[in-house]
């Protein structure tokens, strides 16, 4: 294994034990040494990476918020569609044509690939508290640039009141519902489409009125 993948997985196990030692310890109270211990990698290793606890973690939440924020809002394009049919073995054909989806589909993905981690450093009792607010700005961002350049709604209270109630639905419900067994979901449509109700009625209802 050369050193630069030899770094990168040293990293991914400092960042999954910070994340399983957050069930029983605040953020703010887990030390490098049993970090590390736990980790069963040597403290002077931790230092090569990482000054402080605090640095590790400010990496994990950047990285989370940027990777989300480089999710494209495409069109909801057949090709699109089949790709995450075989990802989650589900038929998508039947869900409505609404190009914000493209972005919910992603970010449902990207949760579902480590979903107890994602849990962990986002929506533990333990975690940062900031960090969910943090990361629901940048979803409330991406969905207003959205609004306002692709459906030209105005760059006013209520445009930015739906984005952010859409927004506040990403996160909770869609890692929950990645922990649960398949036996036990709604389908990947449902959810999809109960994520954006807020959007879709009350879209509906701002265009109307």
Known sequence: MDQKKRSKNTKLLLKHTYAKMLETRRYDEIRIKDLTGLADVSRN??????????EMI????????????????TELSHEFISAY????????????HEN????????IDYFHNDPE???????????????QKKLIRCITQKILNYLLVSENLPDDDITTHIAA??????????????LKPESERVSLKDLIIMINFTKLGGLGAYLKY
Request: proline share 4%; glycine share 2%.
């Open 45 to 54: 290793t931790f230092y090569v990476y990482y000054s402080s606890i605090y």
């Open 58 to 73: 400010d990496e994990i939440e950047k990285k989370i918020i940027s990777d989300i924020s480089d999710f494209n809002i």
């Open 85 to 96: 049919e075989a990802k989650f073995n589900e038929s998508l054909k039947t869900l409505p």
């Open 100 to 107: 914000l989806f493209t972005f919910t589909i992603q970010v």
């Open 117 to 131: 981690y994602m849990n962990s450093v986002i929506l533990s009792e333990n975690t940062d508290p900031y960090f």
């Open 165 to 178: 109630n859409v927004a506040g639905t990403y996160i909770e419900p869609v890692i929950d519902w990645c």
